[in-house]
């Protein structure tokens, strides 16, 4: 079965408002502490820690990767998901610290 390359906005693209509507919700804003505590590690998509069904939290990161904020990336059957962390700082300066201070 040959997997399709999951697409990511370019960083000229991505726009507050998508990053702040993505940040609007707690399932996101864990997941993304989640991101930000492996300290730019990678981490396998099953790893997270979150109470919902897991199509619900596909949705999520879905809508964090449509808003920029992550990447995927797929390994076999695998799925690794990382932050956009230095894309983020270089287009949104101060915005990760902010979620970082938090942790």
Known sequence: MEQTEVLHPKLKDITLEQVLKALGDPVRIS????????KGEEKVCG??????????FSHHLKILREAGLIRF?????RRFVSLRLQDIKKR?????EML????
């Not at 790893?47 to 619900?56: G, R, V």
């Open 92 to 96: 949104f300066p101060g915005l990760m």
């Open 73 to 77: 990336r797929d390994e076999g059957t």
């Open 47 to 56: 790893t997270f820690d979150y109470s919902i069904t897991k199509a619900t």
């Open 31 to 38: 997941a993304i502490k989640q991101l930000l505590a492996m």
């Open 100 to 103: 970082e201070k938090d942790l």
